[in-house]
Structures are given as structure tokens and as C-alpha cells.
């Protein structure tokens, strides 16, 4: 399974933007990319996946780059309730795979007030 | 409403003890799944199964035993074999592996933390 790299920790202000970025370097063509953040000692939830394409929802908006090499997680005005552990993972489309995710450590987001 | 429940919530085992933690869905999932996670780390697969009366190995199995007799549960035993059982452990479901992973989101229960006493 290919491998994602995030930062460990980000900090923001509420009402702010926030850019979580994700480094992908070793993507399929088949791969999606799919964000899940997990709030304290709860189970995590689905935030956005895509593509190619940027992605937008009522959670937040997904930009991923030409090369798909990278991609960005935006919340477009941050609030407290969005602290939380952001996981960035990559899934395979094709129907005969495990459908599985790997998880790796995450970015940890502070909200300040 | 439609969903993933774990139970129990907290347990607490003794050393030498088998306990089993429940997961049932009503999202009519065929897929279910058991992840551990260790505190400030991400998760772990133990095992994941596709259908009912079938299941496999994730990467950290060892100790751990499973079944899917029902479409809507998926029990997780730690056995006495696990020889650092306490952790949060999380069950999870998706629709099924024939399904383009475009559509399949994964939705996961509230968790369940495990102290071995």
C-alpha cells in the first residue's frame, strides 16, 4: 500500500482557514485519496475523498496537485469542535481489493479560541 | 438510526483472561473490520472480514480470534495469547469490497478501551 507523510501537529485560530497538507510521492493511478479525523477517544470519520479533481462538501474542500504527488485538506473557517487527529490515507479503487485502510500517525489540530 | 455499536464501552481484564468485545451494524454492510489503536498512534488492522462465514488477517492478528456467523455482527476475542491487550479498539463497516472504493466509505463504532489489570 502506498504511504502517506503528514505533520505531526498543526495549531490555528477559530473563524481562521487551515491548510493540512499530505505528501503521497508513491500514488497509483488507482488510488484515492481519502481524508478521516478522528475526535478524543472516538471512532474517526469521513471528512472528503477525490481523485483528480478538487473536491468540495459541507465539511471542508479537497485540493490535490497536478501530479497527485500531494494534497491539501482546507477548513475554510476553523472552530473548536474541529480538533481533532486528521488522517490523510490512500485507497486503492479497484472492487477486488481489500478495501482497507491504512492509517498512519496523522495530524494532530489545535483550535485556539 | 442506522449505525455501528461497540460494547462495552470500558473493560477490564485479568491477566490469563479471554474477553470479547461486540460490534454489531444495522447499515446492512457487508464488510466489517477490527482496528486497535495505541495511544498517539494511528490504527492498526487485526482483521477485516468481506462476507458473512469469511474472514482474514490484518496486520497485527496474533492473539486475537474472530467470527461472522450474521451479517450485523463481528465479535473480537482477546485472547490470553495477546500479551499487551490494553488499548481502544475501534470496529468499522463498509458496503462491500465489490463496491468502487470511490463510493465505500468506512464508518467506524465509538470504540471500546481495553485495561488489563
Known amino acids: 500500500d502506498a504511504k502517506t507523510t503528514q505533520p505531526n501537529s498543526m495549531e490555528s485560530n477559530e473563524e481562521e482557514p487551515v491548510h493540512l497538507p499530505c505528501n503521497h510521492s508513491t500514488i497509483s493511478g488507482t488510488d484515492y485519496i481519502h481524508w478521516y479525523r478522528q475526535l478524543p477517544s472516538q471512532g474517526p470519520e469521513y471528512v472528503i475523498h477525490?481523485?483528480?479533481s478538487n473536491v468540495n462538501n459541507r465539511m471542508a474542500s479537497l485540493a490535490i496537485a497536478e501530479d497527485r504527488k500531494s494534497s491539501t485538506l482546507i477548513l475554510h473557517r476553523a472552530t473548536l469542535r474541529d480538533a481533532a487527529v486528521y488522517y490523510c490515507?490512500?485507497?486503492?479503487?479497484?472492487?477486488?481489493?481489500?478495501?482497507?485502510?491504512?492509517f498512519g500517525t496523522g495530524t494532530l489540530l489545535a483550535v485556539q479560541p | 438510526d442506522g449505525g455501528i455499536t461497540q460494547s462495552p464501552k470500558y473493560l477490564f481484564r485479568k491477566e490469563g483472561q479471554n474477553v470479547t468485545l461486540s460490534c454489531e451494524q444495522n447499515?446492512?454492510?457487508?464488510?466489517m473490520y477490527w482496528y486497535r489503536q495505541d495511544p498517539g498512534q494511528g490504527l492498526r488492522l487485526i482483521y477485516y472480514?468481506?462476507?458473512?462465514?469469511?474472514?482474514q488477517k490484518g496486520d497485527i492478528a496474533e492473539g486475537y480470534s474472530v467470527s461472522r456467523e450474521k451479517k450485523e455482527s463481528f465479535p473480537l476475542t482477546v485472547t490470553s495469547a495477546q500479551k499487551n491487550p490494553t488499548a481502544f479498539y475501534l470496529c468499522?463497516?463498509?458496503?462491500?469490497?465489490?463496491?468502487?472504493?470511490?463510493?465505500?466509505?468506512?464508518?467506524f463504532g465509538e470504540g471500546s478501551w481495553l485495561t488489563v489489570v
Open positions: 490515507i490512500l485507497r486503492d479503487d479497484y472492487g477486488g481489493a481489500t478495501n482497507k485502510l491504512i
Open positions: 447499515l446492512n454492510h457487508d464488510a
Open positions: 472480514s468481506q462476507i458473512v462465514n469469511d474472514f
Open positions: 477525490g481523485l483528480t
Open positions: 468499522a463497516s463498509s458496503l462491500s469490497r465489490w463496491v468502487r472504493s470511490s463510493g465505500n466509505t468506512i464508518y
